[in-house]
């Protein structure tokens, strides 16, 4: 653990953050977490200290929406005016405030972060008559915290209970997430602007957001946010009852939806969750945050071979200018990875595949390329010929009939495998999403 010590000094240090938290969380190991600097306060800077996560945030409410839409207490397709009496926008809908393709504007009406004062909910709601729809829904992505104050209001509504209580008992405490919340408390470290040509480092005013609070008003420690982002992108190891979220509705969330820059192709938003790709198929899923004083990254990791599941990396800093964290908690990942990659677990023989399926396997031609279908963990799978067979498959399950199997993970989720046998019972032929696929290869008329 030496070089992830040094590498944190060095953020540190590079950096000059007056307080910094990191803890990283995997399933194969010990919570790893590591304070440097001061908390600004009476009490001493420790793994419990609390520092503000602004817009990770988010993820919490985007969490709580697909919570009532999955209770059937909403839809994603819905519009805001059906859940809350808005004086314009009300036809926007949740699917394009989660996924920030509204077209809203970035905050709500009136220089908020001028002036710190927030408004409360009622004048919250009439101030959205002022606001400025910038484009056309669905036209590209435009981040809006004004977007998520607005799906608190709707998720409040829903469940009949306010923003912060449907957090707590929703979220947090089924998490274990003890030390995230809304409120400050004397657990909480101070903020900071430090100057960039001294190195004075000024405290920032405590700001409580009100009715903005679902955009950004969380606090927490780097422990539970590690957890927090372990369970986004590996909610089975986490929950593995699945009592917050279905891991399905998870994978839902994570699905981009768009690019936050045309250009540069590093960063997607799914429905409340930023999705990094990265080399080797492997995607980091979380968010970041900043509030006076404080800035934050949260990420989880998914795919990858040295992956142990359950992996998070959360670093928090009391310092509203030290944004090299967040390139450093995707670098620390992979150091965190590289440096203690998970162990090798033994192949070990499986069952063999049932009667029904045995001559299916084997290489199969479609579209005049070739590819070979295996029975793997219960599942008849399919991979591109060539393909190691560490990478993704395609995954069917039978329907009611078991010549029909519907394609559950991979290439061509959701449509379906039927299956043509002769007289014997062997399959001779198959159609993959309609495509015909046979032993030999053919052209699209039959030819050999």
């Given amino acids: 653990m030496t070089d992830l010590l040094r590498s944190v000094q060095k953020l540190q240090a590079a950096a000059r953050i007056p307080a910094l938290s990191v803890a990283v969380r995997r399933n194969d190991r010990p919570l790893w977490t590591m304070v440097l600097g001061e908390s600004g ?12 996560v602004g817009s990770v945030t988010k993820t919490f409410t985007a969490v709580l929406v697909m919570q009532a839409r999955d209770a059937g207490l909403l839809s ?10 808005v004086p314009a926008h009300g036809s926007l809908t949740l699917r394009r405030l989660l996924s920030h393709t509204a ?72 998490l274990g997430l003890a030390a995230t919340g809304p409120q400050d408390d004397e657990f909480c470290a101070q903020g900071y602007l430090v100057d960039p040509y001294s190195d004075h480092a000024r405290p920032e005013p405590p700001t409580d957001f009100g009715a903005f609070g679902p955009a950004a008003q969380l606090w927490s420690t780097a422990s539970d946010m590690a957890q927090w982002g372990a369970f986004l992108a590996d909610p089975k190891s986490v929950d593995p009852g699945q009592t917050v979220l279905a891991a399905a509705t998870l994978e839902e969330m994570r699905w981009p939806h768009s690019l936050r820059d045309d250009q540069v192709w590093t960063l997607g938003y799914g429905l409340g969750l930023m ?8 995607l980091h899923i979380g968010h970041s945050g900043a509030m006076p004083g404080f800035l934050a990254a949260v990420i989880g990791r998914c795919g990858g071979e040295d992956n142990p599941g359950g992996v998070g990396v959360a670093v928090l800093a009391a310092s509203g200018t030290a944004d090299e964290i967040f390139p450093f908690s995707h670098d620390f990942m992979d150091q965190v990875l590289a440096d203690d990659p998970a162990d090798i677990q033994p192949w070990r023989p499986g069952r063999p595949a049932p009667s029904a399926y045995k001559s299916v396997l ?64 062997v399959v001779t032929r198959m159609h993959w999403a309609t495509y015909r696929f046979t032993r030999a290869q053919e052209t699209f008329d039959g030819q050999p």
């Avoid at 800077?45 to 503000?52: G, H, I, S, W």
């Avoid at 519009?79 to 009496?85: A, F, K, R, S």
């Fill in 41 to 52: 306060t009476d009490r001493p800077l420790d793994p419990a200290t609390r520092l503000r």
């Fill in 76 to 85: 994603l397709d819905d519009t805001l005016g059906e859940h809350l009496d």
């Fill in 103 to 174: 077209g809203l504007q970035r905050e709500p009406y009136g220089d908020v972060w001028d002036t710190m004062q927030m408004p409360g909910t009622e004048a919250f709601l009439a101030d959205v008559a002022e606001a400025e729809a910038l484009y056309p829904q669905s036209r590209r992505f435009h981040y809006s915290n004004l977007a998520y104050a607005l799906l608190g209001q709707v998720v409040a509504r829903r469940f009949g209970e306010s923003w912060a209580e449907s957090v707590a008992r929703r979220i947090t405490g089924p």
């Fill in 275 to 282: 999705v990094y790709p990265r080399p080797q198929r492997v």
């Fill in 362 to 425: 084997g290489r199969w031609w479609g579209e005049g390329y070739e590819h070979v279908f295996r029975w793997e963990d219960g599942h008849l799978a399919a991979r591109d010929a060539g393909v190691a067979l560490d990478a993704p498959a395609a995954v069917f399950e039978p329907t009611a009939d078991p010549d029909i199997l519907r394609t559950t993970a991979g290439r061509e989720v959701g449509e379906l495998l039927r299956l043509h046998r002769d007289a014997e019972g």
